[in-house]
């Protein structure tokens, strides 16, 4: 997974072709540490699909709150310079609906909000 530092490295990011899922994350964060070892498999069932990206969300806080990120993990989805999905919220995600996710961000066109 790709990582991002700040607003602007995610624009760039979101400039570009394709549907880009980006992941806010922190070190100190128990839910994100609980989802990290199933993320490999899931980015490589997805790869060709979308690309995948990661934020501190405390070194991007104020982007974290300008998308509304207040619970981590949170996933934000882009193409074509706007945003298409979100899964944000501050639950434990398991592995079945992080993957639902991806496939109805996929499916829908940018219809999901989980």
């Known amino acids: 997974m790709n990582k991002i530092h700040s607003k602007e ?9 394709g549907i880009h899922m980006f992941l806010f994350t ?9 989802i990290k070892p199933f993320l490999p498999a899931l980015e490589k069932q997805f790869a060709g699909k979308m690309d995948f990206y990661e934020l501190d969300r405390d070194e991007c806080l104020g982007l974290a709150i300008e998308l ?12 074509n310079g706007r945003q298409i999905s979100s899964f944000i919220s ?25």
Not at 9 to 17: G, L, R, S, T, W
Not at 68 to 79: C, L, R
Request: glycine share 10%; charged share 25%.
């Open 9 to 17: 490295e995610m624009n760039k990011v979101i400039a570009q072709p």
């Open 26 to 34: 922190a070190p100190w964060c128990g839910d994100c540490i609980y």
């Open 68 to 79: 509304g990120i207040m619970g981590i993990p949170s996933f934000v989805a882009y193409e």
């Open 90 to 114: 501050s639950l434990r995600k398991t592995k079945e609906e992080i993957e639902h996710y991806f496939t109805e961000t996929l499916n829908e066109g940018g219809k999901t909000e989980c």
